[in-house]
C-alpha cells in the first residue's frame, strides 16, 4: 500500500520540525522539496526525506510531485514562505495542478504585494497606515515628505522584517534608502520600496485559522530602529471591547484580501485612532507564535493546518486558557559563537513549555536587524501573568552564551 505522504515545499528554521512531528502524528510521510535542503539542520538529523529542486520553478516542482505520486498517495501540500513569500502562492498553485485542498495563489499573490494589500485594505476601509510607493532616492524623499517623519522603509515584497528599518530623520531616510537601492539587500523582483507611516502604539497579532480568530498576542520589540521581536504574551491583556475591535479589523482584512482559507497572521498596532492593520500574512505565523497560541489555549494551530490541507476536519476548540509568555533570544553581537548552554536545565523548569535554540557552536553570527538575529527562544505557561514571567526570567537567566569577535586581517 502506498504511503500517505505531505509535501512541504522549503523548510522553516523555526516551525519546520513542528510540522513534520504533527505530520508523522497524523499517520503521513513528510517529504521535502527544496532549493537547498542542507540549510535545514533537522532534516538529516531527523533522517528525513529531502529532494533538491527548484522551488521558484512551479514546472519543476509540478514534475516532481508527479514522479513521487508514482510511488506515494500524496495526500497535502503545504510548504513555508521563509524569506520568499512566493512559496505561499506557489502552494496554492500547486494544491489546484493536483486538485487538492489549498488556498487561492491569485489571493495569495496579490497579499504578498504588501502595495497591492494597501490598496486593497484602503480600498475596503480597513484602517491603515498613510502610504506611498517608492522606486527610487527622489521618490522616497518625497515620499517621506508627504506623510511626514518617522517613516517605516520596507521592500514591497518580502518577510522576517528584513529590509524593514524606522528612518526617524533625514539622515536615516538617505542611509536605508541607500542600503535598499545600493546592492546590498537582495531582491526578487525589481526594487519597489514601500514608504509608510509609522504606526505608533501597542503592538497586536491575530492568529486565524479559515474565518476564526484563534488567539491575539500583544508583542514587544528590541530597540529601533529595527523590529526585530523580544516577546510576545498571549492572548493580550485587552479588554472585551479592545478584543472585539481587533477580531473585526482582522477579519475585514481577511474578506477585502480574498482570504479565509487556512492560516492567516494579522499584524496590527493600536494607535489613538485605534486598531490599525500594518500587515496581513497568509500564512502561519513562524517564530514562536504557533507554539505560544498552543500553550495560551490548546490548540495547535500546526496540526489544523495540516488537518485541513490533506482534507481531514480540523478541532478549533479551545482546550484550556493560560498565560503564555515567549522570550527571543537574541545574539548581541557579530562574530562567532564559542558556545551556548542552559537549554537543557531551562527546559526542566516547570511551566517551561519549549525551549528552542536555533544555532551550534562554531556558527557565524552577523546580525541583520531582523528575524535572523534570532538564536533561540524560550516560552512558559501558567495560570496567571505574574508567575508565567517569573518562570520565564529563571529560564532565561539559566541560558546563556559567548561570541567571540571574528578575526582580523592578520591573525591565525
Known sequence: MAKRALILIEGHRSIGLLYVKAARRLGLHPITLAAEPTQYDYLAEERLRAIRVNTDDLDALIRECSRLRETHDIAGITGFAGDD?????????????FDLPGPNPASIEQCCDKFV?????????????????????????????EIGLPVVLKPAIGSGSMGVRLCRDLDELAEHTTYL????????????????????????????????????????????????????????PLTG????????????????????????????????????????????????????VQAAC????????????IGDEWDLRKRHSRIAISQCLDADRDGILDWIHGDDQAAAIPGVAEVKLYVKPKTSIVRK???????????????SRAQTAAILRRAVDIISWSISPFPTSGEA
Not at 85 to 97: F, Q
Not at 298 to 309: M, N, P, Q, R, Y
Open 85 to 97: 513569500e512566493s512559496i505561499s502562492a506557489t502552494v496554492g498553485k500547486l494544491c489546484r495542478h
Open 117 to 145: 494589500q494597501r490598496q486593497l485594505l484602503a480600498e475596503a476601509g480597513v484602517p491603515v497606515p498613510a502610504y506611498r510607493l517608492a522606486a527610487n532616492a527622489t521618490d522616497v524623499e518625497s515620499s517621506a515628505a
Open 181 to 236: 537601492l545600493g546592492g546590498k539587500h537582495i531582491w526578487r523582483s525589481p526594487p519597489r520600496i514601500l514608504v509608510e507611516e509609522f504606526a505608533q502604539g501597542p503592538f497586536y497579532g491575530a492568529d486565524i485559522m479559515g474565518n476564526e480568530v484563534i488567539g491575539i498576542e500583544a508583542g514587544d520589540f528590541g530597540p529601533p530602529p529595527h523590529f526585530v521581536f523580544r516577546q510576545l504574551i498571549c492572548p493580550a
Open 241 to 292: 471591547d479592545e478584543h472585539r475591535r481587533i477580531a473585526d479589523v482582522s477579519l475585514s482584512s481577511l474578506r477585502a484580501l480574498g482570504l479565509g482559507w487556512g492560516p492567516t497572521t494579522v499584524e496590527l498596532r493600536w494607535t489613538k485612532l485605534g486598531p490599525v492593520v500594518i500587515e496581513v500574512n497568509p500564512r502561519l505565523a513562524g517564530g514562536t507564535s504557533p507554539r505560544l
Open 298 to 309: 490548546g490548540v495547535d494551530l500546526i496540526t489544523e493546518h495540516i488537518k485541513l490541507a
Open 369 to 383: 536587524g531582523d528575524y535572523r538575529d534570532r538564536i533561540g527562544h524560550v516560552i512558559a505557561t501558567s495560570p
